[in-house]
């Protein structure tokens, strides 16, 4: 079934016209619409980094003449979880391994439709907030899974040349032990 927003744009009319509410309609009709594509092979056409990143993976597409939505298988042993608390699907991707590889994105509400989905790589440069009270930082570099493999330190915020050096620090450590980290193929298996 192909996506008709005008046929959506009469239910949530005549839902709002038996309920007397306008936005009770529109959420009814949005949430339909995102239940359909959770429970489908359907993901959101626009990809990153893009379309030939998810088929190196192992990712099949068919167009099928949506706007916003393509046809997909995933990679063998691959699955899509959802990630509660938004008004919007957010899909994690699973591989085979249970590892979180990518997520997407997708808004079923006629007057604002729209998906979008992304790699993760391996490996993360993060700057984290600490709980600290002087507003400091801590620079790390962490595995997919969360787990901090490279703390390159703390700094102020607000001083943004001891923060710069912390990021290179982290960069570099990147580079010495994993030189293709941006490549979200990479360090996988």
């Known amino acids: 079934m192909s996506y008709d927003s005008m046929l959506e744009n009469m239910m949530a009319f ?12 529109l959420k009814m009709i949005q949430n339909a619409e995102q239940n359909r594509i ?13 379309q030939e990143a998810f088929e ?33 699907l957010w899909q994690k991707l699973i591989d085979d391994k249970g590892r979180i590889r990518g997520k997407y994105c997708y808004n079923g509400a006629y007057y604002d439709r729209y998906g979008h989905m992304n790699l993760s790589c391996r490996y993360h440069l993060i700057c984290q907030d600490t709980d600290s ?27 943004s040349k ?10 570099e450590y990147l580079k010495s032990n994993y030189p293709e980290w941006e490549d979200f193929t990479k360090y996988w298996n």
């Open 133 to 159: 009270k002087d507003n400091r930082v801590n620079v790390v570099v962490t595995d997919a899974d969360g787990s901090i493999i490279f703390n390159a330190g703390k700094c102020i915020k607000n001083c």
């Open 38 to 50: 959770k429970n489908s092979n359907k993901l959101p056409k626009d990809m990153s980094p893009n």
């Open 56 to 88: 190196a993976l192992g990712f099949k597409f068919t167009d099928i003449g949506d706007d916003v939505l393509i046809e997909a298988t995933l990679p063998e042993g691959w699955s899509k979880q959802e990630i509660p608390g938004s008004n919007i």
């Open 14 to 25: 005549v839902i709002a016209k038996n309920y007397g509410n306008v936005s009770e309609g």
């Open 162 to 171: 001891e923060l710069e050096k912390l990021i290179e620090k982290a960069k």
